[in-house]
């Protein structure tokens, strides 16, 4: 009986269409470990989605897809205006409305690395537009990936208005989201809020960088307020680089919906002819297990199948940006890097300011474009450089920004048509006063980009690691590559055109380790780091705000990507001054490195950095950079204090950090349990980094697994110190070892 709104949909697919095609239902099962997506592909009828959540058994399958109530899985726009849509387009004759009806057999294939692939055929039963679904999944990882492929079969243009890469049907109850935001310098705040009646819209439209405002990526807890350990956790990542929108829409009735993709505004999309427009893909998974088995399922597959170079971790580096800033000269590095070689780093990466010729970089208002080295601050060039890397034991990287100009550079002077800028306008000017963008759409700018670095890794194939900065958005819509006609392509031609070079790179250097900053943590998105080893968390490296944003920006992000720098007091952002134990344990939870002139460093704080980055090296980093993390304490709960740790994948070893964020005097901290140890496991425990007077009562004493994860241990709130050499601030980490 087509008698509800949802059976009407069904009707006009149907009654159009396919005569030829039986009407039955054909259950489509992408499943992982722990995840498991069930989607009904009749065909001639819209696909549906009839299931997300824990894996199902065969019997199970078969109750709940004939038992469940199926949603739409990629609904459009036009017969029932006042629903929410996935997809909008403009046929060639003007009509605004679009149906999709599965139009073919589904199909799978393995690819290259492993990854299998179903494909479910849509298309429009009247008009020339197919759209085909797609799902990815990993075998043994925990996320699936959804994307569509849209394709105009015909030969007049026609233009999307909306692409979602994906959609997800919630069912109402008590659903609550967790999202990050912020802005520079304050990345990733954490905030947790229930869905209620409306659209909630999570949006970024900077063009260039996408994680400052709000993050592209969201749990969304289905049992209420969400929980580390328990409940069930849907968890989401759109992995584009670029302006993108996550939707939440509660209409009266059931349900939720969810939609993710690049976003449309002032971004239609006209397709010509036989042309493909494919969508960035949407990951998610699930996980019973609160947000810590979602966090855990990102980090493993990030690891192993997007970050560059993700079975290895990184090294412990000294980053000059803070140190000198743009006062770079041959003999300050030298002293950096043997500086940095006797602590025990084993990378020195020069940051801006080395470059220029015509134009010198002695401030952000000119060089950008012009990466020739200035030979009045390194007399030696590069190669001096990369022998005394050489000779302190170290290797060698440095910073580029190569996807922007300043109108003082040699590079702009010379093409003023490399960069966005509108027809008929002036442009628009970021840093310094005279920072553009370079326009990634113009193949020409993306031959230059490559080139920016295919010389520098050629003419030096000492450079180990790059510093890949990007410090503007794009300030006004224009490119002078693309047609009149093709404006609205900009913001998604930008960021194909930056894909297209970085695999260039990486295709020539596959080796080289590079690392995404944007103004700090502007690009920590899992559409970007593909190309990446690691990312810049923040410009902020104040040791107690870095505790917070860490800590949310876990949810999504493994250790061994997370750059986290012990830096000067008072903190040159904050001004304010934590000891060198905090900022030193606080650096320890990530990738550790340092963003500091050692120069100015006392003894002791040097000595105390020179053993904590043996042990790091020696019985840390494996496990913090490739193990499991389980989240402890949250920061943002207010109880004073923060912990998390990291268990090896074998739970032989474990890492357990704990930061007091409550400096009142006389501020007390809870006893935490611990998580992820094996329950009939010993495990002696070692304090890192210990500086009070007495060893902590449970130093070098046994514990089982399970009475760590029931009880934890006994930990003072303050540090045993002489009077004078107390602070407001403690925190411990303590190494866990299997007997
Ligand atoms: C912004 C980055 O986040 C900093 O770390 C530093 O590299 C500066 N740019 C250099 O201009």
Request: hydrophobic content about 40%; charged content about 20%; some cysteine.
């Amino acid at each position: 009986m087509l008698t509800s709104r949802k059976s009407l949909a069904y009707g006009l697919c149907f009654f159009a269409s396919l005569a030829a095609l039986p009407l039955h239902a054909r259950t489509i099962d992408i499943s992982t470990p722990s995840t498991s997506m069930l989607l009904d592909a009749k065909p001639g009828a819209p696909l549906e989605i009839l299931y997300f959540g824990a894996p199902l058994s065969q019997n199970d399958i078969t109750s709940v897809a004939a038992s469940s109530a199926p949603r739409e899985a990629y609904p459009v726009y036009g017969d029932f205006p006042e629903r929410e849509y996935a997809m909008a387009a403009v046929m060639p004759d003007g009509n605004m409305t679009l149906r999709l009806c599965v139009s073919g057999e589904p199909s799978t294939e393995t690819a290259p690395d492993g990854a299998i692939i179903t494909a479910i055929p849509m298309a429009d039963p009247q008009y020339p537009l197919k759209v085909v679904a797609k799902y990815r999944t990993y075998p043994g990882d925990d996320i699936i990936e959804a994307w569509v492929e849209a394709v105009n079969t015909g030969k007049k243009p026609l233009t999307l208005t909306r692409f979602d890469s994906s959609c997800l049907p919630l069912r109402k109850g008590d659903v609550w989201i967790s999202t990050l935001s912020g802005s520079w310098a304050d990345e990733a705040n954490l905030l947790n809020e229930p869905l209620t009646t409306g659209m909630r819209i999570i949006q970024n439209h900077d063009g260039t960088r996408n994680s400052h405002t709000s993050h592209a990526e969201v749990m969304i807890s289905l049992d209420g307020r969400p929980h580390e350990n328990s409940g069930r956790v849907i968890g989401a990542a759109l992995e584009w680089s670029g302006n993108y929108q996550l939707r939440f829409n509660t209409d009266p009735g059931d349900w939720h919906q969810f939609f993710a993709g690049m976003s449309e505004r002032n971004s239609s999309y006209t397709l010509r002819g036989g042309e493909t427009l494919a969508t960035p893909p949407l990951a998610l998974t699930f996980s019973s297990k609160g947000l810590g088995g979602v966090s855990r399922s990102f980090h493993r597959w990030g690891r192993r199948h997007r970050l560059a170079h993700g079975d290895t971790p990184n090294p412990v580096l000294l980053n000059s940006w803070e140190g000198v800033y743009f006062d770079i000269n041959e003999p300050g590095m030298a002293r950096m890097m043997s500086d940095i070689a006797s602590m025990g780093g084993e990378l020195f990466v020069m940051d801006d300011g080395w470059f220029g010729d015509r134009f010198q970089r002695n401030t952000d208002n000119a060089a950008l474009g012009d990466w020739t080295v200035d030979t009045r601050k390194l007399p030696h060039g590069i190669d001096g450089l990369l022998k005394t890397a050489e000779k302190n034991g170290i290797r060698f990287g440095i910073w580029l920004e190569p996807e922007m100009t300043n109108t003082m550079s040699r590079l702009y002077q010379t093409h003023p048509e490399y960069v966005i800028q509108a027809a008929s306008r002036d442009t628009v000017k970021g840093r310094g006063g005279t920072q553009l963008v370079l326009d990634m759409a113009n193949p020409k700018v993306q031959d230059l980009v490559f080139g920016i670095v295919d010389t520098l890794l050629t003419r030096y194939p000492a450079i180990s690691y790059i510093k890949w900065d990007a410090n503007a958005p794009i300030m006004q819509h224009g490119s002078q590559y693309l047609a009149a006609a093709d404006q609205s392509r900009l913001n998604i031609a930008y960021h194909r055109g930056l894909a297209n070079t970085l695999t260039r790179i990486r295709a020539k250097y596959p080796d080289v380790m590079i690392q995404a900053c944007a103004s700090g943590g502007g690009r920590v998105n899992w559409g970007f780091l593909p190309w990446f080893d690691e990312f810049w968390t923040s410009d902020n490296t104040d040791a107690l705000q870095r505790v917070y944003m860490q800590y949310a920006t876990s949810y999504f992000f493994p250790a061994m990507a997370m750059g986290s720098h012990i830096s000067a007091v008072p903190n040159h952002t904050t001004r304010r001054s934590m000891p060198i134990k905090f900022r030193t344990d606080v650096a320890m939870s990530g990738r550790l490195g340092m963003e500091i002139q050692p120069a100015q460093m006392t003894d002791a704080d040097k000595q105390f950095c020179k053993k904590a980055i043996d042990i790091y090296k020696k019985e840390l980093r494996q496990t913090v950079q490739t193990g499991d993390l389980y989240r402890l304490l949250s920061p943002f709960d207010g109880k004073g204090a923060s912990a998390l740790m990291y268990v090896s994948e074998n739970k032989d070893r474990a890492v357990f950090f704990m930061y007091r964020t409550d400096n009142s005097y006389g501020a007390t901290v809870p006893r935490v349990a611990m998580d992820g140890l094996d329950p009939q496991a010993l495990y002696t425990v070692t304090e890192i980094n210990a500086i009070d007077r007495k060893p902590l009562p449970c130093e070098g004493k046994t514990f089982s697994g399970a009475y760590l994860i029931l009880n934890g241990l006994e930990l003072p709130a303050a540090h045993d110190l002489d009077w004078n050499d107390r602070s407001d601030f403690s925190s411990r980490v303590l190494l866990l070892r299997k007997n």
